[in-house]
């Protein structure tokens, strides 16, 4: 993960604060605000292994219930006052009953893709400094469900924000940070991931430093992460791949959903 020790940095969604934690101890940034979805309560009851007090005794301040898709929470975090804004793995937490889950109009993973969308525009519209590096960093990892949010492709659709590039995300880097699940007080057994970087500077100065991979060129599927394709007919054979259909649904599934609230903001 690319960081740079001059940033002021904003982490939401650090399940336990393990993140922050280690991202305080053998970083130190600038400054750092951490933020987490849950209640104090509800954490300490969630993961009973965290990282709370410690960071208060580093002097951080933690910021609970911050919901990345309010507007009022980001009120909670000073304003235009930072220069990355950090989420870890994220996903949305399991619906509370099956009745909430059977209101849902979206499938899960069009959720997951709005999270994070809304993640990017409340970032930079609340959050960011004008005047500073101006980056929203998203830690996900490339297999499923994650990889079929198609990340890199479809947050930032008809937003004045742009993708630079990836870095991998190398938790050496990190030595406390625990990878958690979304609701349990388990930790993740797989750490690998990749970090991903988006701007509403297209030609920011991180590009050098950040990787744009070859399936999002031309002569890949890059929806897929599929090619390059030898031929028409490869190309053909993956086109009517049960895999290519299933990442098509999500596709149009989420491009109706942008659509949709297109025509609700005009
Ligand atoms: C798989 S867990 C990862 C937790 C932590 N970031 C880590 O890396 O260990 C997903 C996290 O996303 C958070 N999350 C989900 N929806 C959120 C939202 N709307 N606002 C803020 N955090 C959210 C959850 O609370 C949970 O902590």
Redesign the pocket.
Known sequence: MILDKNWRIL??????L??SYSLAKHFAPAHLTA????SESELKHKYQDNAFDKLHDLGVNVVTQ?????AY?WQNVPSHAFDAVI???????AFGSFESFQNQTLSVNSLNRK?LR??LINAAAYALDPNGAQLGII?SKDVKPYIEWNLEGSLVNGLEQYYLGQSRFEISQFPE???????RDK??KDTSGISYYWSVNPAHAIKEKLKVPDYLGDNYCTICRAGPFINDSDKLAHLDSKKHKNMQRHESAWLNYLSTQAKLER
């Open positions: 982490t939401v969604g650090d399940g336990d393990s993140f933020s987490v979805y849950d911050f919901d990345v898709t309010e929470c989420f870890q793995f994220p996903l949305i937490p999270l809304e993640f830690t940070y625990q990878i958690r699940n979304v609701d930790h993740v």
